[in-house]
């Protein structure tokens, strides 16, 4: 028989070579990524009929904006899952990373289209700013008037936000089987929980998560309701108080409705929204509830109430208010801050010097990993702690063994590793973002605390421009693009979006 190299054919059955299976690969990859985010853009296309019905409702002509985007994401996302449909590949890191940044990205884009081409004076920078706002539940917003908004886009906003805030992967795990294989580590790149499944399987597990968030915001629309909201501003304050979004129907967000029970009610909430979605599964399991098994959940509660004490002292102190407003309202804004919502009552800043420092340094916390909060996180902030106290006893007794524990379980040189990362590259992304939104002509202190609310996903910064009486209207285009990336970095913790950057993920 001749050889391949006398020039004889390559048997029926001969193994592609590198090149040809690489090429193979990538293409499979890609086919996956458009299949599922295809799929989640149909889901966002039935959810703009949603404000279509309200606006119908209110005969807005802003409907035909939310049809029209509908029929054109829906008629693309058929056609893009039609022509990627087939078999799936084996699920990887690589393609963990890039499917999770990807529907992110498309999913933005798809939120930004009625915003932009609807009765609002935004840029397009401005309509992916407010979408990547919404869906990163960061709750910074370049639009003014919202009380004269239509309600149909005011609704497409807090949706935004309460899709976001229980994860968009969550969601694709439930409606797409072909990737629970890989489910438990497109979880964790999405968000920091990293805690071993209460359940057995993942479409268990997301199904207990959606069901407790879905539960847990019908209780708060319910609780604003009989406190006097009105049905609408309770629907969609609940939705944004559960994501921790903060995203509200009034410029004066949550000081609109003057009354200490919405606030008490809505600091409640947020704090139930800051804690890990799974004690809420662990909750109904025989022998699994232990609240306090985790030292996060401690340390997260003992801050808000020491920092909210605190600030109302100071209030009471320097402002002569009456010690039980006081509480009232900086514990709702202080948790506000915390959780990452973003809600408000009055304009803090004004409160004092003391109060301003300690609302700067709840920007920074964060509420527990696995919540639907942003920032640094407690359990990273516990993690830190027992890193620094270890080290500093090995200097103390350098030949004393010394084991770091977080709970009941021993802390890895793993964990260590990553949460030393995180913190480089959080405080790294902070002083570039501030670097390149001073070269866009803001002042220091604009650019330094609109990058970190960005990256923390808290929404108000400080100062007169984004304080929590301001927004980023005012901001230029290529700040808002900036702030846009850097709120996607946050929502998902950085390793997952910057990994991207390096060419071995996207070569064989």
């Not at 539940?137 to 009380?147: K, N, Q």
């Not at 807090?158 to 805030?165: K, P, V």
């Not at 973003?342 to 301003?356: M, R």
Request: aromatic share 10%.
């Amino acid at each position: 028989m001749p050889s391949a190299r006398q020039g004889g054919k390559r048997p029926l059955h001969a193994r592609p070579s590198p090149p040809e299976a690489a090429t193979s690969r990538s293409h499979s990859i890609f086919r996956t990524i458009a299949y599922v985010t295809s799929n989640f853009g149909l889901g966002l296309a039935a959810a703009m009929l949603i404000p279509a019905l309200v606006d119908v409702a209110d005969q807005n002509e802003d409907w035909r904006v939310f049809v029209g985007c509908s029929l054109l994401v829906g008629m693309v996302c058929i056609l893009l899952a039609t022509a990627t449909r087939g078999e799936r590949p084996k699920f990887t890191q690589r393609l963990g990373f890039q499917l999770v940044t990807s529907v992110w990205l498309f999913a933005t884009l798809i939120g930004a289209l009625p915003i932009y081409i609807a009765s609002v004076n935004v840029t397009f920078a401005g309509a992916i700013f407010e979408s990547m706002s919404g869906l990163t539940t960061t709750g910074s917003t370049v639009i003014s008037g919202l009380d004269a908004l239509p309600r149909g886009l005011l609704l497409w906003r807090s949706l935004l936000q309460w899709l976001g805030g229980i994860g968009i992967i969550g969601m694709v795990l439930l409606v797409l089987p072909s990737l629970r294989a890989g489910g438990l580590a497109l979880f964790h790149m999405e968000s920091s929980d990293k805690s071993d499944k209460v359940l057995p399987r993942v479409n268990q597990l997301t199904g207990g998560l959606i069901a407790a968030y879905t539960v847990l915001t019908i209780l708060c629309t319910a609780a604003y309701t009989s406190l006097g909201m009105s049905f609408f501003d309770a629907v969609n304050h609940a939705m944004t108080t559960m994501a921790t979004g903060g995203y509200s129907t009034h410029d004066a967000s949550m000081g609109y409705f003057e009354s200490n029970g919405i606030l008490v009610a809505a600091t409640l909430f947020m704090i139930l929204a800051a804690l890990p979605f799974v004690i809420y599964i662990r909750a109904f399991l025989p022998r699994r509830f232990q609240l306090w098994r985790d030292p996060q959940i401690a340390v997260f509660l003992m801050t808000c109430l020491v920092l909210s004490f605190a600030i109302a002292v100071t209030r009471r102190v320097v402002n002569d208010t009456p010690f039980g407003e006081a509480l009232i309202s900086s514990a709702f804004n202080l948790v506000s801050v915390i959780t990452t919502t973003g809600f408000a009552s009055e304009d803090y800043t004004l409160w004092s010097n003391a109060a301003i420092g300690l609302f700067f340094l709840a920007t920074f916390l964060g509420g527990c990993a696995g919540s639907t909060s942003g920032g640094i996180k407690a359990n990273r902030l516990v993690i830190l702690y027992r890193l620094v106290r270890s080290s500093f006893r090995r200097l103390v007794r350098p030949h004393a063994i010394i084991r770091l524990k977080y709970g009941n379980d021993d802390i890895s040189s793993e964990t260590i590793q990553t949460v030393t990362i995180f913190f480089f590259l959080f405080f790294g992304t902070l002083l570039l973002g501030t670097v390149l939104l001073t070269m866009f002509g803001l002042d220091l202190i604009t650019a330094f605390s609109g990058t970190l609310t960005a990256i923390a996903n808290v929404g108000p910064g400080f100062g007169q421009i984004i304080g929590p009486a301001g927004n980023f209207a005012s901001l230029p285009d290529p700040a808002l693009w900036t702030l846009s990336v850097v709120m996607l970095l946050g929502r998902l913790e950085l390793v997952t979006v910057l990994i991207l950057l390096f060419p071995s993920v996207w070569t064989d």
